[in-house]
């Protein structure tokens, strides 16, 4: 009886610091976030994370909000339906009013949820056009596969006089948007969309499809894919003999695509920031990011950054009014304030939750890369 006399001390005291960490966490705020975290596209979740948890460190160091914020992740391995499974549990389980989004066949799937409860969910990664049309309480701090293609065709067709393409695209919602604007756009330019040739997301061989290339001998390939699969098409194009221009969006930013052989020349499309900007949300942004990581960040880095920094200065604004952070909220806050000091300068926000940009053209040239056109400044 005596050893359990000692004991009861211990369990209050153990019950106690349970309840006291509970009540801690509590005080925190807490915002979700849905990322591929495993399989062939966890390298964006790393890169995304790695910008949104620099701007919550800011916001936290800057006391902006009076409590502790906190970004819970979950894992949807860019998958529709597990991205469903991960924005469940982050709004009914989490609570979170406010989840960052990734990739276009999760921002679509997990849309419908965040409109039913009210949740705003801000995507900073995914292109497809139809990703302005998910209602108000989806948010795009990213321009879209319209801006992205507009931007690239001028420097392919009057700069470099490349004029036939052949597209390349991955047979879902992105790659399904970035045909439907090629074709509409292309001839505008007063380009030619030779063939569009789709492959399923899962695909990893495509000698068959570079056979395919050849024989239609284009000026331009245009690759409409990401994580590992654009990977194979790169490596895989060039070891049979496809050597013309290849060109892309956004998706080629990541650092596996540009360490490749293979890629260099290969250009691609990306909002336009000056990373050697005096702005102060920009230079501190740029600074702190290098002294972590030792190298520049890149625009989706950036987008996520924003994405996190928007929900500071909405939330922050909310609790000077005393009215609780919710989904709600935040939307009618982001409709009236209009403009916001984000990485890159001021930003606004169209009607439809989607921001416009400068648009740049990217070279991979095996050392970092260098912009070779600026569009829209």
């Known amino acids: 009886m005596a050893w359990i006399l000692k004991l009861v001390p211990r369990l209050v005291l153990g019950a106690a610091g349970i309840s006291f960490a509970t009540a801690v966490l509590a005080a925190d705020i807490t915002i979700g976030a849905a990322f591929p975290l495993s399989g062939p596209n966890a390298s964006y979740g790393d890169i995304f994370g790695s910008g949104a948890n620099l701007a919550r460190d800011h916001i936290n160091e800057d006391n902006l909000l009076g409590d502790k914020l906190r970004i819970q992740y979950e894992d949807t391995q860019a998958l529709p339906q597990q991205g469903v499974i991960s924005m ?30 009210k949740t705003v969910a801000v995507n900073g990664g995914g292109v497809g056009p139809d990703l302005a049309s998910l209602g108000a309480y989806f948010w795009n701090v990213i321009p879209l596969a319209t801006d992205e293609v507009k931007a690239i065709l001028p420097y392919l067709i009057k700069e470099k006089n490349l004029k036939k393409f052949v597209l390349v695209y991955v047979d879902d919602p992105l790659g399904e948007g970035i045909r439907k604007e090629l074709e509409t756009s292309l001839a505008q330019a007063g ?32 690759i ?15 070891d049979n003999g496809v050597k013309q221009q290849i060109a892309s969006y ?13 890629a260099k020349g290969a250009v691609y499309t990306t909002q336009n920031i000056d990373w050697k900007s005096a702005d102060p949300v920009t230079k501190r942004f740029v600074d702190d990011y290098q002294s972590k990581y030792k190298k520049l960040p890149s ?17 922050s604004e909310l609790k000077k009014k005393g009215e609780p952070i919710t989904g709600e909220n935040l939307l009618r806050q982001r409709n009236e304030t209009k403009t916001f ?5 001021k930003v606004t926000f169209a009607e439809n939750g989607t921001v416009l940009s400068p648009m740049q053209v990217n070279e991979i040239d095996g050392a970092g890369g260098k912009v070779v056109s600026v569009f829209g400044k």
């Open 191 to 222: 380009g030619e969309l030779a063939e569009s040739l789709s492959v399923p997301a899962t695909m990893q061989q495509f000698a068959g499809i570079a056979a395919r290339v050849r024989a239609a001998n284009p000026d331009v390939i245009y």
């Open 250 to 262: 956004s998706a080629f930013s990541i650092p596996e695509t540009n360490a490749l052989p293979q």
């Open 88 to 117: 469940n549990k982050l709004v009914n389980v989490a609570r979170v009013p406010y989840v960052l989004s990734a990739f276009t066949g999760v921002s679509k799937a997990i849309s419908t949820t965040a409109a039913r409860t």
């Open 224 to 238: 409409a894919s990401y994580g590992s699969q654009q990977s194979q098409m790169i490596k895989q194009f060039r």
């Open 299 to 315: 625009a989706y880095i950036a987008n996520y950054y924003n994405a996190v920094r928007l929900f500071g200065l909405l939330a």
């Open 341 to 345: 000091d984000l990485v890159g300068g």
